[in-house]
């Protein structure tokens, strides 16, 4: 499969799960996930959310941050990988002056049915 994120229109999200400013992203999503290259801006966040039924990764590709997960902070720069792990939850907050560009997947579990 091949997904051309130059085909995809970027859009702006203030206060994305009652975070801070703003971030820009493109998404392509299907039932088994998303692959969300974003940036968020000087003086913006994530604001915290929990993942109930997915995987949340964030590869770091420029500036730097900080990421909470279950209360615990974790830096990020370049080259860092940031995972929150379904059940848990987490909060991403630029906190340079440049943007923090991150290319995010989301991993969804599937979920077994129980027959009666």
Known sequence: MRI??????PITIPGM?????TITAKMYADKQGKI???VIHPGGSIGLHRHASSDD????ISGSGMATTDGAEEPLSAGICHI?????????VNTGQEDL?????VVEHETKEKHL
């Open 84 to 92: 929150c792990r379904k059940g848990s939850s987490h909060s991403i």
């Open 17 to 21: 799960n009652h975070g801070t400013g």
């Open 101 to 105: 560009v991150l290319l995010t997947i």
């Open 36 to 38: 969300i290259p974003c």
């Open 4 to 9: 051309d994120f130059n085909q995809i229109e």
């Open 57 to 60: 990764i964030n590869y770091v």
